[in-house]
């Protein structure tokens, strides 16, 4: 297998379990305890917007990791890439744990903003990257909107 391919995999495992670490035990109970907004997805979307995330992470770093020059557009794109991998488990640590929706909301804006960083840095150098971080920034609109409801759904209950 070649290495790029095993090194992308390995940065989604190890985000799978940072994500699993920092969301703790009782994921199920709190999500129980929630108010939704009526276009929330039932579990089993959330698991396919998991998959597409995983699979749009592991394209983005085989490309960024198979692009031969170091250009410092090919740097930017593999440390923003890692970072969102990073927010995305603190995203878990404040949902689930720290249970703050306030701060969840917050920090899926500056996510955001990490996220449109890497389409711009991935579109210097290689439209594919850029074309499926720029779907998964699709989506982030639509989470961005979801997260702020539910925060102030469930502002005076917990």
């Not at 070649?2 to 920092?22: F, H, K, P, Q, W």
């Not at 597409?52 to 394209?59: E, K, M």
């Not at 449109?116 to 990257?129: E, G, K, P, Q």
């Amino acid at each position: 297998m070649n290495s790029d391919v095993v090194i992308a995999l390995s940065v989604c495992v190890v985000a799978a379990l940072l994500e699993g670490v920092c969301a703790g035990t009782g994921v199920k109970a709190h999500m129980r305890n929630l108010k939704w907004p009526a276009y929330s997805p039932p579990l089993w979307g959330w698991y396919a917007i998991a998959v597409s995330y995983y699979a749009i992470i592991f394209s983005c770093a085989y490309r960024v990791l198979q692009h031969s020059s170091t250009t410092p557009f090919r740097n930017a794109a593999l440390a923003l890439l890692l970072s969102t991998v990073v927010l995305n488990a603190l995203w878990n640590l404040l949902f689930f744990r720290a249970k703050n929706l306030a701060a969840t909301f917050a920090l899926s804006l500056c996510y955001s903003v990490v996220v449109v960083a890497c389409w711009y840095c991935l579109s210097r150098f290689d439209r594919f990257a850029a074309a499926a971080i720029g779907l998964y920034g699709g989506y982030l609109v639509y989470a961005n909107l979801w997260g702020y409801r539910v925060w102030r759904l469930n502002s005076g209950a917990l």
